[in-house]
Structure formats: structure tokens, C-alpha cells
């Protein structure tokens, strides 16, 4: 499995401002992904993230929305910009590892813009 | 492309009682096959997965999951659920061939009342 650890944990934020996630992981791992899960909903991914390269994004997420960074391998972080209330969501971050690559997680980042 | 299908969005269900939570597949490719629990307020843990080998198996905590590659199922099944079992259940599939990304169903809540 992975211990994997973000921050922060639970936010309410106002509408406009930015906010930054971090996610830190036990060991060392090449690619690391973030999920959101909007209110009700199932995982959606946002992007992939190399680490020395830049992140890869899915259809619909852009990145001067959701821009990432991947300084080494055990950490990342995703900053949600210009946040409205639609942006409010659980944030999660995963990573992958073991046989067949299998998807662990993060306890997610709740997030609350008002 | 590939995409998840679980067929019951929610599944209320007496203390004691079996439940099956069905999830079908579509994949032009071979698949690793997932099921994730999301306990209230937590974020996602991985229950069992199916990457080769016997198709039937089994998680720690007594919920086990056949696939059935003819009828592209991996249903999940529990022959006695508790209280501590209420929660939300996701299926996913991934792509065997290193990079595919792993996507999900749109989940079943399970609601296990005494």
C-alpha cells in the first residue's frame, strides 16, 4: 500500500482567492494523480503529474485553473484558482504502486467555497 | 476507451443480510478491476482488486468480488453486512498497458439498518 498525507485536510474558502493542496507520500513514486469528487459524485481525474515534466490534463481541466507541480518524487501540489462555489469538492491525491500499479489514496482535501 | 456501469445507485440492506453490488465494464483492452470503499466523511480505501489469477477474491473484512470475463462483470458481494459496512462503493477498471488511467463507476451507497 502508500501512506500518503495532504494538506489541507478541510478548507472553506472565499470565492476569488486560490488555494494550494499538497500531498506528500511515504516513498518514492513516478507518477502521482489527482482526483476531485464533486459533491455527490464519482472521481473525476484532473491530471497527471511527472515529475520533471509538466503535468498531463484531462479533457475539460486546464491548467491555469488547476496548475500542479511535482518537484520530486514524493510530493505534489494543486492549486485551484479563482475558486467559485462549483470548485467545491473533495480534492484527492493518488499515487500508484505495486503489482499491476494499483491506485492508492489520500484521505482527500474537502473543500468549501462560499 | 473504457467505462464502468454500476447498476444500483443505492442499496439499502438489514444488518445481517447478504448484499451484491453489481459493476459491468466495457474495455477494448485487458483490465486490472478495482473496488474502492469511501466510509462517511473519509476518503477512498481499496477493498480488493483483480489483476490475474483466480477470479474470485476476497478482501480482509469479508466482501469478496468474482470476474467474470464473458459478461465483463466484477460484481461484489458480502453474505452477512454489518452497520460499519454502510458506505459508498466504487468499481473501477484500468488498462493493463502501463499509462491508462484508471476510471471509475458512478458509485453505489450502500445503508445497512438495524
Known amino acids: 500500500s502508500a501512506v500518503i498525507s495532504q494538506k489541507p485536510s478541510r478548507d472553506i474558502c472565499q470565492r476569488g482567492t486560490s488555494l494550494t493542496i499538497q500531498c506528500q507520500v511515504d516513498?518514492?513514486?513516478?507518477?502521482m494523480f489527482w482526483y476531485r469528487q464533486q459533491p455527490g459524485q464519482s472521481l473525476t481525474l484532473i491530471a497527471t503529474a511527472n515529475q520533471g515534466s509538466e503535468a498531463t490534463y484531462e479533457s475539460g481541466f486546464v491548467i491555469d485553473k488547476f496548475p500542479i507541480s511535482r518537484p520530486n518524487l514524493t510530493f505534489s501540489t494543486l492549486t485551484v484558482s479563482n475558486m467559485s462555489p462549483e470548485d467545491s469538492s473533495i480534492y484527492l491525491c493518488?499515487?500508484?504502486?505495486?503489482?499491476?500499479?494499483?491506485?492508492?489514496f489520500g484521505e482527500g482535501s474537502w473543500l468549501t467555497v462560499v | 476507451a473504457q467505462s464502468v456501469t454500476q447498476l444500483d445507485s443505492q442499496v439499502p440492506v438489514f444488518e445481517e443480510a447478504p448484499v451484491e453490488l453489481r459493476c459491468n465494464y466495457s474495455s477494448s483492452v485487458s483490465v486490472y478491476l478495482f473496488w474502492y470503499v469511501q466510509y462517511p466523511n473519509q476518503g477512498l480505501q481499496l477493498l480488493l482488486k483483480y489483476l490475474s489469477g483466480s477470479t474470485l477474491v476476497e478482501s480482509i473484512n469479508g466482501f469478496e468480488a468474482e470476474f467474470n470475463k464473458s459478461q465483463t462483470s466484477f460484481h461484489l458481494r458480502k453474505p452477512s453486512v454489518h452497520i460499519s459496512d454502510t458506505a459508498e462503493y466504487f468499481c473501477a477498471v484500468r488498462g493493463k498497458a502501463a499509462g491508462n488511467k484508471l476510471t471509475f463507476g458512478g458509485g453505489t451507497r450502500v445503508l445497512v439498518k438495524p
Open positions: 493518488s499515487v500508484g504502486r505495486g503489482t499491476g500499479n494499483t491506485i492508492y
Open positions: 516513498s518514492q513514486v513516478t507518477m
